[in-house]
């Protein structure tokens, strides 16, 4: 299976085509302005029936992306360019912007734990889960040292970006938040790098924002998950 493939026999085709299939997700949200029609969700659909009709094997597909992987670091360091403009303004707020990211840091590991529970979920997979609303380089990593399941981590650290992608202009709707730093910390707190996306689209000061909170949630993250991973034991 998949000896003849196009993504197998090019170089770097899969890598092409991710391109391609992002900028046809971007055109028909346009198109459509519907918050289903998320470019990222819509660019994995593509991705996964191409591939199951040319034939092709996940670890060619893996490898001839791989060149995107390097790109990751890059384009997280980018996201800071926008925080260093608006610096000044996150700084004079400093206080209420940790306080905000630190709760959400904290309620998410709660609910996760007390989620585990509820549905008797076994260490591994209760730490697996613990890191879901962090960026995936470093979800991924701490997930994989404390004895989780990281082939099940990226996934979920991945989807929870594209959910809260895809409900974040309603949710801001529905409980009425207003301040653009508020709006930034509930983001970047708990949709990471994909949900950074849509607080630039709302603005810079929100993307900014945001774009801290996620550094900041991950470092709590790291700091308060071998105590929590303790707790499930």
Known sequence: IGENSMIDSIPYFGAFLCFI???AGQKIQNKTKSVLANPIL????????ISFFMKTEFKNFDKD????NYLLTPATICLGVP???NFERVK???????????SGVLINLFLTTLLSRMLY??????ITF??????????????????????????IIILTGIFGNIIADKVIRIIKIKHQLAIGVLIGTSTH???????????DLEGAASSFSLVVAAIFTVILMPLFSSFHL
């Open 21 to 23: 299939c992002f900028f």
């Open 42 to 49: 819509l660019s994995v659909l593509f991705l996964y029936f």
């Open 65 to 68: 992306v791989e060149i995107l």
């Open 83 to 85: 925080l260093y403009k």
């Open 92 to 102: 004079k707020e400093l206080f209420p912007v940790l306080f905000g990211i630190t």
């Open 121 to 126: 979920l076994s260490n591994a997979e209760y």
């Open 130 to 155: 613990l890191p879901k609303s962090v960026t995936l380089g470093v979800g991924k990593n701490i997930a994989d040292d404390l004895g989780g399941i990281v082939g099940i981590t990226s996934p």
């Open 193 to 203: 790098a994909i949900g950074t996306t849509k607080a630039f689209e709302i603005g």
